[in-house]
């Protein structure tokens, strides 16, 4: 299995570009969500999945539109780039185990905005 | 709104001391998590605590909730190099599943 595939590996824009970040996990699994990394900032949740169709908003949304047609696939759209939004974006997927869940990540967009 | 503390934020030791990492929540939580994030790596999963007070160890890492299930705390015994990355508590915000709350990490350097 591939698990979480986050593509692409790299991106630079120019302010007011816009572009798709994309994620596809092959795990079947409910839940996914966006997070961006910032030195000294941790992981900010963006925007959440817990079923297809279904999308809310995490800490920091302001910018980032997404969307769940499938439950494979969870698209991030930024639509007028910004400077602040360079950084690295993360995508996981998860399951409900009854007791909570655990989080699988893809490995990471970096992005910049100059 | 809930906020995950977590201290120290950098962490420098010798390789074979000890090192503990501190997360506090300002509500009670259902359950925490840590996951481990080596340089230039994504998340790693490590463990996840539920019940009040509980105590889970892996190998060298042991893993405590507290009691009020508001603090949690990551204890490494005899570092390696290996051990190197920043660790991430983390816990949900409400009862709805799909979203997690990271601390922001403390970043453990290991030297030889």
């Known amino acids: 299995n591939a698990g979480v595939t986050q593509t692409p590996k790299f991106q630079v824009l120019k302010t007011g570009q816009s572009m798709t970040l994309q994620c596809a996990q092959d795990?079947?699994?409910?839940?996914m969500s966006w997070y961006r990394q910032d030195p000294g900032m941790g992981l900010r949740l963006i925007h959440y999945?817990?079923?297809?169709?279904?999308?809310d908003q995490g800490e920091v949304p302001n910018g980032y539109n997404v969307s769940r047609s499938t439950t494979e696939d969870f698209p991030l759209r930024l639509l007028s780039a910004a400077p602040s939004q360079t950084s690295v974006y993360f995508c996981?997927?998860?399951?409900?185990?009854?007791?909570?869940?655990?989080?699988?990540f893809g490995s990471g967009t970096q992005l910049s905005v100059l | 709104g809930q906020q995950v503390m977590q201290i120290p934020q950098y962490q420098h030791v010798q390789e074979g001391e000890d090192f503990t990492t501190y997360c506090n929540s300002s509500?009670?939580?259902?359950?925490i998590q840590w996951y481990k994030q080596r340089p230039g790596g994504h998340p790693v999963f490590l463990i996840q605590?539920?019940?009040?007070?509980e105590v889970k160890k892996q190998k060298r890492l042991t893993f405590q909730f507290g009691e009020a299930k508001k603090n949690s705390s990551l204890h490494i015994t005899a570092t390696q190099t290996t051990d190197v990355g920043t660790y991430f508590c983390?816990?949900?915000?409400?009862?709805?599943?799909?979203?997690?709350?990271f601390g922001r990490g403390t970043q453990l350097t290991v030297w030889p």
């Open positions: 996981a997927s998860s399951y409900s185990s009854g007791e909570g869940e655990k989080l699988f």
């Open positions: 795990m079947n699994h409910e839940y």
């Open positions: 999945s817990v079923g297809a169709g279904i999308t």
């Open positions: 509500t009670t939580l259902s359950n």
């Open positions: 605590l539920v019940k009040s007070g």
């Open positions: 983390a816990g949900p915000r409400g009862s709805t599943l799909g979203r997690l709350y």
